[in-house]
């Protein structure tokens, strides 16, 4: 069964840092297009940072170019979302998702062609 579970949120101030683990089991994350998207509340969910699989070919939201970076880890089979400079507009519960290889970053990111979800891990930044 292809689940993906998320870890690494919580509580940090405005300014901190988080870094966000999404571990794949029933699958190999790395035949898959894999990002991480948001939903704050009464807001639609968003793609935040999608990567693919086959050249590591990034895509970032405009809103977190140059803070958030996305990498994978194909041994280990877990994707990361390192989170600086953290705002308070940031909050939001924290999705991890994955898409067939084919899917681009943008088409993920942008559409939310996703194929698998996880279950989130909230992340708030306040003071």
């Known amino acids: 069964q292809l689940q993906l579970v998320e870890s690494g949120g919580g509580l940090v101030q405005p300014g901190g840092s988080l870094r966000l683990s999404c571990a794949a089991s029933?699958?190999?994350?790395?035949?898959?297009?894999i990002g991480w998207f948001r939903q704050a509340p009464g807001k639609e969910r968003e793609g935040v940072s999608c990567i693919s699989s086959s050249d590591g070919t990034t895509y970032y939201a405009d809103s977190v170019k140059g803070r958030f970076t996305i990498s994978r880890d194909n041994a280990k089979n877990t994707v990361y979302l390192q989170m600086n400079s953290l705002k308070p507009e940031d909050t939001a519960v924290y999705y991890c998702a994955a898409a067939i290889k084919l899917t681009s970053v943008q088409a993920m990111c942008v559409r939310l062609f996703v194929g698998s979800w996880g279950q989130g891990t909230q992340v708030t930044v306040s003071s």
């Open positions: 029933g699958f190999t994350l790395d035949y898959y297009t």
